[in-house]
């Protein structure tokens, strides 16, 4: 787990803690912490998830120096979705129908070319509009 250490070390001195100190708040014994920040010893789960609770992080940023952010791992279909509902409920729609699958699941493959087409042909016009 390199880097833990440091990332420990500057998030201790940010909230103006000795290690002893912290060792005593979270129950260690004396200097365990500082092995930590040493990286002479590896805290198991549960105590990394006490140092992310005591500091206000997540277990990820003192494992990987970041914070998890689960649209960064969605694929772009999906994170377009995601874009596109957020367009809708923005507009007052909380529920469109374009996006309901089990609403457009009884329509034929020439049904959705012809929506899709449509809506194309729309938003081209509307591009062609605004020029």
Same mark, same amino acid.
């Given at each position: 787990?390199?880097g833990?250490? %440091? ?5 201790r001195?940010?909230?103006? =803690?000795? %290690?002893?100190?912290i060792?005593a ?7 365990v =912490?500082?092995? =930590?920040?040493r990286?002479e ?19 990820? =940023? ?27 409920r923005?507009?007052g729609?909380?529920?469109?129908s ?16 012809f929506? +899709? ?6 938003l081209?016009? +509307?591009k062609?509009?605004?020029?």
């Open positions: 787990m390199k833990l250490g %440091q990332r420990l070390e500057n998030l001195e940010r909230s103006d =803690y000795k %290690q002893k100190e060792s708040l979270l129950g260690f014994t004396t200097n =912490y500082g092995m =930590y920040e990286e010893r590896t805290p198991s789960l549960e105590t990394l998830v006490k140092l992310a609770d005591f500091f206000h992080v997540s277990v990820d =940023y003192l494992l990987r120096g970041k914070e998890y952010h689960p649209s960064e791992e969605l694929p772009t279909d999906i994170l377009d979705l995601k874009r596109l509902l957020k367009l809708y923005n507009n729609i909380e529920n469109p374009i996006l309901r699958v089990e609403d457009l699941n009884s329509l034929s493959a020439s049904d959705l070319a929506l +899709d087409k449509m809506v194309k042909l729309y081209d016009k +509307d062609v509009a605004k020029k």
